[in-house]
Every structure is written in C-alpha cells, then in structure tokens.
C-alpha cells in the first residue's frame, strides 16, 4: 500500500508518497508562508498537492489514504485547526480534513505535527519498542507528544501534549499564548538567542550581533567563550526543570529530544540528561533514558502515515 502524506509546518510543507512500513518514496517540499499568508495555507496545500500527484504521475485512485501533520491544536476528530499559539493568518478554522476527503475521495488522518513526530519515534525511530515515551522538539517554539502505553495522549479534543506552554514561572515571561511563564520562553532555541543577545557585550570573544543563533552559539562553546557558556547552562537548566515535570507526571522509559540542538551530543544531549537524573526522584530515574531523536525533518511525514494506519 501507498500513502499521500502532507507534513505542514508554520513557514513551509512536505508531501511524500510513503508505503506501509514508513518508508519514504519520494517527497517535495515548499513555502506557505510566500505572501505573509494573504494565501491560506490549506489554499496553498490544495494546490501544491495537485502539483506535486502531477508532477510524479501518480494517480490518487492507486492510494491507499492521506496523513496530515500539521501546526497548531489539531481537533483529531473533525481534522480542524481550532488553535495556534503563534497566531498565523488564515489558519484557525482550516478544515483540512473535509477538504482534502472533498478533493480526493480518500480516507484522510489529521494530527498535530508534535504528536506526529512522537507517534513515528515510537514506530520505526528511537522510541521503538518503547511503550511510554515523551518526544520534545526544541527550536523556536517547543513542541511535543506523549505516548501512553502505546497510544499518543490526545485528550478530550485532540489536543492535549501542549509541552511549550505550561508555565514554569507564573509571573515570567508574557506568552504568545496569553499565559505568563510558558516552557518554551524558557527553554526554547529561541529563548537562548534572547539570552545570549541580552549579554552580547560582555561577551569575551564577541562575534556578529546579526549571526547569533543555536549553531553560531553552540560553535562559541567549543571556543570556551565564557559568557556563552553561563547562558547556555542557565537554559539547559530550564530545559531540565520542564523534563524533571513532565517525568514526574508521566513517567515516561525513555525522553526523546529534537529539533536542530539536538544534533549536539556532548554540549546538550549528555548535558540534559545528567541534570534531568539527578534532579528526578530515584523512582522516575530507574531505567530512563534521555536521547535525541532519530527522524529528525521526516518524523511529521512519517507519524501521518501510522496515525492513518492506526497507532495500536
């Protein structure tokens, strides 16, 4: 079997064509973002999705069904967006679902791209073999799942596993949420450049205020920059504190952690991981591992798939 999957994020999109076991046959990837979104995005999916069945001949009656992963609150049961933290135009009330059945005359999933990814991780990624797993992104916001003995925690809508934005200080940070304190003001990639930035003068080996981001930083921690690195430890703490939470609420055999920092062993993962355990108690430390996620940019595509196909 072959399946139409679309991975839709807050600045760009994915479609592929999987089969049953996950495994990616071709893919194409574009902007949604082009006009400020004066285009809608479902508007812009429609349309790239006729484009990209064109462009590689594949005829949708040979189709098995269509998995969508998408940004925002995601009701599972209608397929609706019916929440964005970030506030994207034309986005809140897109019935992806409906019109995509409307279109193709297919059997159509669509859930929150966090869950996505989580839902894969536990299929064929890091997370395989893992009955409860928590799988966290970390990049301009933080997003993330919760499988619960083996089934993704969705709550009374679809919605639940909102991991960015339960508030860690409730008179912190003001949110895009409209909550004070959430996770990622804290702990998102974001939140570290904001950090970094508000130093930058006393920064000992100063480098370009434009090109500070989480690859220029992380290059200054393997430079020993001094400033750096005291920030860095502040939000990797901050990223512990949500973990040391989240474990103890769920606990969870196995924390997977993505997103570009990911990609840092030494500097971050390893770094996580020794504050999360030693800071839970010794009940949620026994046997859980902390690592980064294997998928990386494919693990929305690919979660689409398996919610399609069913997660049990």
Known sequence: MKFLSIDIGGTSAKTGI????????????????FDHYETPILNTILKETDSFLAKHNINIS????????????????????????????????????????????????????????????QWIGAAKGHKNAIV?????????GVIVNSSILEGKLGIAGELGH??????????????RGCYERYASTTALIQMVREKY????????????????????????????????????????????SLTHIFNPEIILIGGGVSAQK???IDKVRQKVLRRV???FAEGLLI??????????????????????
């Open 136 to 144: 966290i992104t970390i990049g301009t916001g933080i997003g993330g």
């Open 291 to 312: 690592e980064a996620a294997l998928l990386s940019n494919d693990a929305g595509m690919i979660g689409a798939v398996k919610a399609l196909l069913g997660t049990g």
């Open 201 to 244: 003068e006393q920064l000992s080996k100063p480098f370009p205020a434009e090109k500070i981001n989480g690859r220029s930083i992380f290059h200054q921690l393997t430079l020993g920059n001094p400033i750096v690195e005291e920030m860095t430890d502040i939000w990797i703490s901050n990223i512990a504190d949500g973990l040391v």
């Open 62 to 121: 040979n189709l098995a069904g269509i998995g969508v992963s998408a940004t925002g609150q995601i009701d599972t049961h209608t397929g609706t967006v019916i929440g964005s933290a970030g506030h994207i135009k034309n986005w809140i009330g897109s019935p992806i679902k409906d019109k995509l059945a409307e279109k193709y005359h297919l059997p159509v999933s669509v859930i929150n791209d966090a869950d996505s990814a989580a839902i894969a991780e």
């Open 266 to 268: 030494e500097l971050f």
């Open 18 to 33: 999987l089969n049953e076991n996950g495994s990616i046959l071709t893919k194409d990837s574009y902007s949604v973002c």
């Open 166 to 179: 339960f508030s860690i200080n409730n008179q912190g940070i003001p949110c895009t949420c409209g909550n």
């Open 281 to 283: 108690m010794p009940q």
